[in-house]
């Protein structure tokens, strides 16, 4: 079955104490695996695409990598506005088309 | 601004009553999504259309239906026949399938 399992359910974080999020996934053909920061009561909103092991991507504080097996978005010396919930999608291969699998989320708190 | 744009942002809905959440894209985009977020778990798939007047449906189209006439909107309609509708939606479109996709700011249903 495939399925994207994220971890911690919840951190939290002093300012500028760096830390990771796991996504790992059990896919039968990964095409892409995505991440997203969602706000309370609003839309996720799109952080990265990574299609290929090794590949990284960075933006402001968070980075993020993937592996055959997993994703780490790290972040790096993180402000209060970095608190949110942060998702991980995979999309898969053919005769999955359209098909986004989602993790349960992490929420990280960041405290000043 | 180019975006996706749902509404109503709050919507209460009777025992009984059919109610349709809207959703307008003007990225130009081929592939739309509805999806459900209920506490605790991730979004999942209820319907996804890749082109105009075509849809399919996702892990938990069971009480809803959609129509997909024109490339800029994708109404859900959330039927009587849904036994648990209280939840938020979450419309999402992307260029091709499998790319990343970008959400709207969701419509939360609550039953009165």
């Known amino acids: 079955e495939d399925q994207v399992t994220q971890s911690p359910e919840a951190l939290r974080l002093q300012e500028g104490e760096s830390s990771s999020l796991n996504c790992s996934y059990t896919?039968?053909?990964?095409?892409?695996l995505f991440w997203y920061r969602q706000d309370p009561g609003k839309g996720p909103e799109f952080l990265f695409t990574?299609?290929?092991a090794g590949e990284e991507k960075e933006k402001e504080r968070l980075k993020a990598t993937l592996t055959k097996k997993e994703s780490f978005l790290h972040i790096t010396a993180p402000k209060p506005e970095d608190s949110a919930t942060y998702l991980c999608a995979v999309s898969l291969g053919s005769g999955n088309t359209g098909k986004l699998i989602f993790g349960q989320g992490t929420t990280l708190q960041v405290k000043p | 601004d180019g975006g996706i744009t749902q509404s109503p942002k709050y919507l209460f809905r009777k025992e009984g009553q059919n109610v349709t959440l809207s959703c307008e894209q003007n990225l130009n985009h081929d592939a739309m999504y509805w999806y459900r977020q209920d506490p605790g778990q991730g979004l999942r798939l209820i319907y996804y259309?890749?082109?105009?007047?075509?849809?399919q449906k996702g892990d938990i189209a069971e009480g809803y239906s959609v129509s997909r006439e024109k490339k800029e909107s994708f109404p859900l309609t959330v039927t009587s026949a849904q036994k648990n509708p209280t939840a938020f939606y979450l419309c999402?479109?992307?260029?091709?399938?499998?790319?990343?996709?970008?959400f709207g700011q969701g419509t939360r249903l609550t039953v009165v």
């Open positions: 896919v039968s053909g990964l095409r892409g």
């Open positions: 259309s890749q082109i105009v007047n075509d849809f």
């Open positions: 999402a479109s992307s260029i091709w399938e499998s790319a990343e996709a970008f």
């Open positions: 990574l299609y290929s």
